[in-house]
Structure formats: C-alpha cells, structure tokens
C-alpha cells in the first residue's frame, strides 16, 4: 500500500526564521510525483510545490524547497524567511501512474509563524 | 482564486437525508477529483471522472455517487446522511490526470458539510 506519513503534527518558528517540514512516503514505484501543499485557515488548498522522482535536482519556489532524497524516501520542506502568512496546515502528497493520478495525503503539519 | 467553483460554502443537514454538492471545473480542465476531509480520517480520495467517465474509484461509500456532465461540472451526491459523514468536501480539476507530467491540481474552496 501507498502511505505517506508527516511526523510532525504541529510546529512553530519565529518570523524571519528556517523551518523544515519532514515527509516519509513508502511505495514500490520507480516514477511518481510529490507535492506539498498549504491549507490556510481559509481552508483552500495551494500547490507550494511539485517534485518529479525522477528528477534528482531539488524543486525550488522562491522561499519555499525541498530535500528530496529518493532512496530514504523522504521529501522534506524548507521555508526560508518565514512569514507570518505561512501560518497554515501543510500537506504532503503523492501520487503514482496506479493511483490513476488520484492524490496520497498525509495527515498533516500544523506551522504556526509567531511575530 | 484557484478558478474551481464549489458550492454551496456551507451545509447543514439532517441524519438520513440527501444533498447534493456541486462543482465546476477551471475553464479547460477535463478531469475532476472528490475528496474528502476530516478530522479522524484526514484527505481521502473519493472519486476522480475524466471528460464525462469515471476513471477512478477511492474510498468512497456505497451511499454517495458522483457524475461529470457534459459541461464537465461535477455532483456529488450524498444520501443516508451520517453523523460521521460530516467533513469538509473538496473538489480539484486538472487538465489531465495527475500521473501524467506537469499536471497540476486546483483546489475549490470546499463545501462543509454538518449532519445533525
């Protein structure tokens, strides 16, 4: 079975500073996708950031990046310069070419940015 | 405003009851995905139709149905409605399916549903 597991169900940083968001998934595929996403209070859901497995260079958007290491299994997030906005629930997920393209999310981490 | 239109924002209902969710794709995106969310169970894929055929089947109960129109708008029918059933439902649309590169899903602000 296809899992995908977020150790951290809460965290929090001060503003201005790093915080790493860590992510386990565990599958037998050899190509799939993995994502990040953030869920505001207002509930919607945003793409922070995709990473294809079969690309070994890391996704980077602006402030936000991953730590993708294929073979542990691990896909981690980094918020550099956080803010207070980034307060939200942030989601890893999955997917796979047998998942039809339907996503695997974990059960989430809850960051809060304090001023 | 991730151009994925769902409604109504808020639903409350009664144990037994039916109700009907509604979900309108961005312009151009062919496939829709159902998903649902809640405390106990976090996000679970429910249903997933690409150009007017189901494609894919989740963890979705014998009481709910779905269906793509030919406009691709999306429903999501509930009947028989549970306490349990209570959780927020997102619907997501993407230009093709996710196991495909460069596929993004856009999210719709949801619709909470309460069963009383």
């Known amino acids: 079975a296809q899992t995908v597991t977020q150790s951290q169900p809460e965290m929090s940083v001060q503003e201005a500073e790093t915080v790493t968001l860590s992510c386990t998934y565990d599958t037998s595929e050899s190509n799939y996708y993995l994502f990040w996403y953030k869920q505001p209070p207002s509930r919607q859901m945003i793409l922070v950031i995709r990473?294809?497995?079969?690309?070994?260079q890391n996704a980077t958007e602006n402030r936000f990046s991953v730590n993708f290491q294929k073979a542990a299994k691990s896909f981690s997030l980094k918020i550099s310069d956080s803010q207070l906005g980034d307060t939200a629930m942030y989601f890893c997920?999955?997917?796979?070419?047998?998942?039809?393209?339907?996503?695997?999310f974990g059960k989430g981490t809850k960051l809060s940015v304090k001023p | 405003d991730s151009g994925v239109t769902q409604t109504p924002k808020h639903l409350i209902t009664a144990t037994g009851q039916r109700v009907t969710l509604r979900c309108s794709p961005r312009?151009?995106?062919?496939?829709v995905y159902w998903y649902q969310q809640s405390l106990d169970q976090g996000l679970q894929f429910l249903i997933q139709y690409y150009n007017g055929e189901e494609r894919a089947k989740g963890n979705i109960l014998e009481r709910f149905s779905a269906q793509q129109f030919p406009d691709l708008h999306s429903e999501l029918n509930l009947s028989s409605l549970e306490l349990g059933d209570s959780a927020l439902y997102f619907c997501a649309s993407s230009l093709s399916p996710l196991d495909r590169a460069n596929t993004e899903a856009f999210f719709g602000q949801g619709t909470r549903l309460t069963v009383v």
């Open positions: 990473q294809e497995a079969y690309k070994q």
């Open positions: 312009s151009g995106d062919l496939s």
């Open positions: 997920a999955f997917n796979y070419g047998g998942s039809q393209g339907n996503l695997i």
